[in-house]
């Protein structure tokens, strides 16, 4: 990991603060649930198998045929696919020769890439209508193109200031409208990069939420910290406000993750948030939670068994619905009003 993404997420925080009184984890999601289930899928675009990766560009015949398969199996499961408007990345690592070079290679991209407009959604109207026709699925923005100069070759927010990183997510925004793309304004942003400039742009486009930590190490509690990609200090099973506008939710489950962390997660009244990564394998990298046979079949035993174990009680929502479901919600706990629930009750 690189060290620019352990920066302390109080640090991080300081820089935009106007009133810290409402910032916090919120222990208080919907009436009735003792907890919650969110499932969110990044790096989605028109790629096919003939191009450089299959990224759902197959349509049912690759990644998202494997998605639905899941859904159909599991009618409460909701998904959030993170998508990039303009995907251009092409190796997941440096692998151009100018790597090498000193001064150069901070100044330039260091993996293969692909033209503009190549992977441009308004250039692909058929992928854009499956992702609209996808059931119990919300989409949300996952960077522009996904290419950095310098090392982080994914990480294009990371050294941006708030100017630059406001025009790349307004151009975002814009291939979304004109490719007609249904979307929630919700940010994943590329290699978990959140930095106070990019938190700022968020502001300044109405995006009310965002995704940076994940953490899939620390063991499970309630006061668990996150302390590995992205975002650190952040919750890793609760909602937490970073700011007064804006709502994070910690990655806390991936493919290598045992069953007992999920239960663990729910039996703590957290949110329970599984990542994977649409492909599996991309030039210099594996994605240990790519979406293929094995982590599918291994989440609908996971599902089966949360079922059974939970019943009713669980809250299967997406980022999208359950960040806009805490937007009014404080900081602390909301103890003592009628007909909430509270995580503070039920863990008492
Ligand atoms: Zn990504």
Request: hydrophobic share 40%; charged share 20%.
């Amino acid at each position: 990991m690189d060290r620019w993404q352990f920066a302390p997420a109080e640090e991080l925080r300081r820089a935009f603060i106007l009133d810290d009184s409402r910032l916090g984890p919120i222990h208080w999601y919907h009436r009735g649930k003792s907890a919650a289930v969110v499932m969110s899928v990044d790096d989605v675009f028109p790629g096919k198998s003939h191009s450089p990766y299959e990224a759902g560009g197959d349509l049912e015949k690759g990644a998202l045929g494997r998605l639905l398969w899941l859904l159909r199996r599991h009618p409460q499961l909701r998904l959030t696919l993170f998508v990039t408007p303009d995907w251009r990345r092409v190796s997941a690592v440096p692998d151009r020769l100018w790597r090498h070079v000193p001064w150069l290679r901070d100044r330039l991209h260091l993996a293969r890439m692909l033209p503009k407009g190549a992977m441009d959604l308004r250039n692909h109207p058929g992928f854009v209508a499956f992702l609209n026709a996808m059931p119990r699925t919300e989409i949300a923005l996952h960077g522009l193109s996904h290419i950095n100069v310098g090392p982080s070759v994914s990480a294009e927010f990371q050294s941006r200031d708030r100017q630059a990183c406001t025009r790349m997510l307004a151009e975002a925004l814009r291939i979304f409208d004109e490719a007609g793309l249904h979307h929630v304004r919700g940010l994943q942003p590329p290699g978990w990069s959140c930095s106070p400039a990019l938190q700022q742009a968020c502001r300044d486009l109405g995006i009310k939420w965002i995704t940076s930590a994940r953490d899939v190490q620390t063991p499970v509690s309630r006061d668990a910290k996150t302390a590995m990609s992205g975002l650190r200090g952040v919750s890793m099973i609760f909602p937490e406000r970073i700011a007064e506008y804006l709502v994070h939710v910690s990655t806390n489950f991936q493919a290598t993750s045992a069953p007992e962390r999920a239960f663990d997660i729910l039996d703590a009244g957290g949110v329970l948030s599984i990542k994977a990564h649409i492909t599996k394998n991309v030039p210099g990298h594996t994605h240990l939670d790519g979406v293929d046979d094995l982590y599918m079949n291994y989440l609908d035993r996971l599902f089966v068994d949360i079922e059974e174990r939970y019943g009713d009680t669980i809250h299967w929502t997406t980022l999208g619905s359950l960040a806009c479901s805490l937007s009014g919600a404080t900081s602390l706990a909301l103890a003592g009003q009628e007909h909430t629930q509270t995580v503070a009750n039920r863990a008492a």
